[in-house]
């Protein structure tokens, strides 16, 4: 099974070690024994898809709006519980789309051993990091090859090295090894995350105001305390990679749809369209009554709660996503033992057990004084953007308690107490802590403290806030969308993305993003040698492929000594799509897709076939560093290659 090699990358990053660092060498087996095991990692494998609107609406008949979720919820549980009894294995997925006017059953396979067979050295695997994330062109073998095992019955098993065998799929793709050509058709098959494209042009500048705007400012002053560490020392840029890889990539994200979004004016072309709906709606005493002014009610709804959203976003970035309040949340049970009945040393010692079983998982990638560095940026980062007034009371009286005469200096000293001498936060005292679970300790750990007034200030303030707004919001928008699928009723409606199988189709194609900028459809090896740069983890090239990219052998996988890296279409996909395979019109893989271009962050909100490009790996650079730099031609011998 092929993949992306940042799909792939916490897998990588989990079983490396200094001693064995398959993120900078790579790691290839030569047999199936040693193909590494990945406890918890699933592939699922879509059985069929069923639309279920009939049945959910019928259950919805007459239910109120505020047991309209229980209700669905209710009757999914009901039809995936009947999946599962279908065949063993068998898993349904209930998701409702265009905004709750329509649902979808999914019902898939899903596979419980699933083994890391390959991957190449991060040198080739992320070539290009994150100055090239998201940009064109690119020459990034962004691969990694996984199997599926079943049970000697050929259906979904644990994990067992002995028994397990191989999964034999009804159907696999053929790789074609001659390549594509400037407009050759293309689709794309997979699972694209989530879009929003039917938002409403009030709603796009509610986004841009809140959302994008303060989760790259949070983000950024996160990521870049992770960086300086992650420069400084092996283990900790192993441990936090993926971590840090996830982050740059979101960052990146909303950076560049906050750019696209004020270069493409989308505002303006949604408002011109709203304009047309408005009339269509106004036109007919009949859709007045079933549609009334869905875009002016929610226009007033953004408007009412846009301080509300911003004081949320702000504060689960700086407090709530902090690593000391995850590990609060794993406690609890063990505080509730202690509460409930404190002398009963078994179950406490039972609870100390579990939760030091799910600590040790947490702590293998954490790094105290990293972690101390980013909540100190970030809660400066929060108290800077958000006012005195609008700041909980437990933090207004911790700055009052705070010495310091400035809140950049309160905010270090904060972090420093939390870090240093908080048992969520110091695996010695941590230990300790376990050793002999005490309530009183447990009481008066600063870490504790703040972690509870977060939880509660969460609990309590922020998600019923958050929950009446979606409330409020959610009947609307379903009668917007339901007005726009009428008001355009010859149309055909893709519905937004929701992580469920989609398939796009498109062209090879080149494109201008820019005066006097033309980009051509592929890039080749001499880009790698063009773009090496040993001082940049970024940018460095492994001596051996170096020397075979000098000499030009490629054959059999290039021709007259070029070696395609990658190529670009206006196949139209988002995050999500990572790994998805690229197939030409016969339906034989010619590349995975790995990224989009710098000029589609906003694919997200809309979709502009002129300047949206899907990047993807060519299939002959995979099989190339597969048989030639890793040697690992067993692999590819496995594959039905065609012409």
Known sequence: MLTNHHCAYDLIQNHSSVEKDYLTNGFWAMTRAEELPNPGLTASTLVRMEDITKRMNDSLQGVAENQRSAVIARVGKII???IAKEKKGYQGDVRAIFYGNQFILSVYMVYKDVRLVGAPPSSVGKFGGDTDNWMWPRHTGDFSVLRIYTGPDGEAAEYDSLRNIPLKPNRFLAVCTSGVRNGDYTMIMGYPGTTNRYLSADNLDFNLNTLNMMVEDMIGARMQAYKEDMDKDDKIRIAL????ASGMNTYKYYQGQTLGLRRDGLGDKKRSYENGLRQWIESDPGRKAEYGKPLESLSSMLTAY????RKMIYFRQALGNQAFVRHFRILTDLQKQLEASPKDKAKISAEADK??????????EYFASTEQKAFARMLRTYLQRISAQDRPPFLTKLMD???GDEEKDKAKTIAKNVFQNSLLANPTLLEKFLEKPSLKVWKKDPGVILAMAVSDYSNNVLMPMDRKAQGEQAPVRRKLMAAMLAYQSNEIFAPDANSTLRMTYGNIKPYTPRDAVDYTWYTTHRGILQKEDPKSEEFMVPGKLKEDLEQGNFVPYGRDGELVTCFISNNDIT?????SPVMNARAEL???????????????????????????????????IIDRFAGAGHLVREMKLVP
Request: glycine share 10%; charged share 20%.
């Open 80 to 82: 995936t519980d009947e």
């Open 241 to 244: 990679a993926s971590t840090y």
């Open 306 to 309: 846009q301080n509300d959203y």
């Open 355 to 364: 939760a030091r079983a799910s600590m040790k998982e947490n702590m293998a």
């Open 401 to 403: 308690e705070t010495d």
């Open 575 to 579: 995050g999500g799509n990572s790994g």
């Open 590 to 624: 010619v590349g995975i897709a790995f990224d989009g271009n710098w000029e589609s962050m906003t694919g997200d909100l809309m979709f502009n076939p002129a300047m949206q490009r899907t990047i993807s790996v060519d299939i002959r650079y995979v099989l190339y």
